[in-house]
């Protein structure tokens, strides 16, 4: 689930095309609502928050074995975004993402 600081999902066509992917404000139509709202739907929805808001929902990240986090940098692009999100999921089981935090940044390589 993206959080409402990201761009829409359609900047991330390959995560569109792996995953059902959902843009709190643009398919959820949720925005403005509290980060703690947010990871509430997460929960309920079991999906991964992704957020350039690391800082926030971190603490959030170990709340609920039904979600967790993944931070972005802001130095990415979109492509990079999607490519780097994209090898992640790929790789990491979903035991491991649920329950924890992971943050991507410009560094990251995959």
């Known amino acids: 689930m993206l ?3 990201f761009e829409p999902r359609i900047y991330l066509p390959k995560l569109n095309r792996l995953y059902d992917i959902k843009h709190v404000a ?4 949720k925005g403005g609502i509290e ?9 309920k929805q079991e999906r991964i928050v992704v957020t350039y808001n ?4 971190r603490s959030f990240a170990h709340v ?8 972005i940098s802001t130095n990415l ?3 990079q975004i999607d490519t780097k ?3 992640l999921l790929k790789k990491t089981s ?4 649920y329950g924890a935090f992971h943050y991507i940044s410009g560094e990251t390589t995959f």
Request: no cysteine.
């Open 35 to 43: 980060d703690r709202k947010v990871y509430e739907i997460a929960v």
């Open 54 to 57: 690391e800082k926030d929902f």
């Open 26 to 29: 643009e398919d959820l139509h």
């Open 85 to 87: 999100l994209a090898a």
């Open 64 to 71: 609920s074995e039904k979600s967790g986090v993944i931070g």
């Open 77 to 79: 692009t979109p492509t």
């Open 94 to 97: 979903s035991k491991s993402l």
């Open 3 to 5: 959080d409402e600081n």
